[in-house]
């Protein structure tokens, strides 16, 4: 054989190699990926950890379902430091944040924008700011943390720990369920928004009222 004909199949010989190599590389990179989203869609369902939250969608929503969620935007935590915080001042949220598992911080969805007053004996709550936010407050250090913003078009229902890690936000997102996942160590918040559109009304008040019962809303 030909020293150009030897060297011609171990150059075949060499492609044939890289080519099965890089398929392995595109496979085992593909199975990554795909082993990372069923790590996601193992984690939830996540509407489970606020059964309440899902059964006011499912009465409301005909054949409403986990799987009609689909992840959008992924955003960082807001840059803001934790400030001091008057435990006065959360006394009458208190009974609605949402604590880890031994209740050395929270998740706190209505203070910003759910004004609670105590008149005479009695709590009222009034709509306050239209904008929502989201505050991690820190029980032992006595501070709070805002970690997220949005404008009118989200609103914070109710929040859940998933684990010491993850927290569920449930609420709406232009009029449609919507939910948000926190990363504690991550620092990044993943929002899943309902694919469906909706022809029924999704009430906040009337999800809250249920929620604090009590509490007269005006």
């Not at 085992?28 to 369902?45: G, H, L, M, R, T």
Request: hydrophobic share 35%; with cysteine.
């Amino acid at each position: 054989m030909s020293i150009f004909k030897k060297s011609g199949h171990i150059l075949f010989a060499l492609f044939a190699i890289a080519a099965i190599s890089c398929n392995d590389n595109d496979q085992q990179s593909s199975k990554k990926i795909n082993d990372e989203v069923n790590d996601v869609v193992a984690v939830i369902p996540a509407v489970d950890h606020l059964p309440a939250w899902k059964n006011y969608m499912a009465k409301t929503i005909p054949a409403f379902s986990e799987e009609k969620f689909s992840a959008t935007y992924n955003s960082p935590w807001e840059s803001f430091e934790p400030t001091p915080v008057n435990g006065k001042d959360l006394t009458l949220y208190k009974s609605y944040l949402a604590y880890n598992s031994d209740s050395s911080k929270a998740i706190d969805v209505y203070s910003y924008n759910l004004l609670l007053r105590n008149k005479n004996g009695s709590v009222t709550a009034a709509q306050g700011d239209p904008d929502s936010q989201i505050n991690l407050v820190d029980l032992k250090n006595k501070t709070s943390q805002r970690i997220f913003f949005t404008g009118p078009s989200a609103a914070f229902w109710d929040a859940k720990w998933i684990d010491d890690n993850r927290i569920l936000v449930a609420g709406t997102e232009e009029d449609e369920p919507a939910y948000w996942i926190i990363s504690v160590t991550g620092k990044n918040i993943q929002q899943y928004q309902y694919e469906d559109s909706l022809t029924v009304t999704l009430s906040r008040d009337e999800y809250l009222k249920q929620k604090m019962p009590g509490i007269i809303f005006h």
